[in-house]
């Protein structure tokens, strides 16, 4: 079983930095895909930024050059640096991890909210 636990959210102005940590529990930590969701109010939930057991990352469009993801396998932590936040980067953050050796998401933390205020 893999537990999430997010924080770093918080209320920031528009401009201003975040960053999210996600602390892990669970098994072969480092041979999982971790990643980052968020849903906005009343938008579908989408994947903001992933990174694979390798290293490699991949990021939505709409955050590319704004946001960084990072892992820590030794502690078993992924982090979501925002910068140049945007109001329309307003919603709650989800840890995300992967069965081991897959890059398909299957479990997800309780979130944390962000607020971007203009």
């Known amino acids: 079983q893999v537990q999430l636990v997010e924080s770093g959210g918080g209320l920031v102005q528009a401009g201003g930095s975040l960053r999210l940590s996600c602390a892990a529990s669970?098994?072969?930590?480092?041979?999982?895909?971790m990643g980052w969701y968020r849903q906005g109010p009343g938008k579908q939930r989408e994947l903001v930024a992933s990174i694979f057991s390798g290293g490699s990352t991949n990021y939505a469009d709409s955050v590319k050059g704004r946001f960084t993801i990072s892992r820590d396998n030794a502690k078993n932590t992924v982090s979501l640096q925002m910068n140049s936040l945007k109001p329309e980067d307003t919603a709650v953050y989800y840890c995300?991890?992967?069965?081991?050796?897959?890059?398909?998401?299957?479990?997800w933390g309780q979130g944390t909210q962000v607020t971007v205020s203009s």
């Open positions: 669970g098994s072969q930590m480092s041979r999982r895909t």
């Open positions: 995300a991890a992967s069965r081991a050796y897959s890059t398909v998401f299957a479990y």
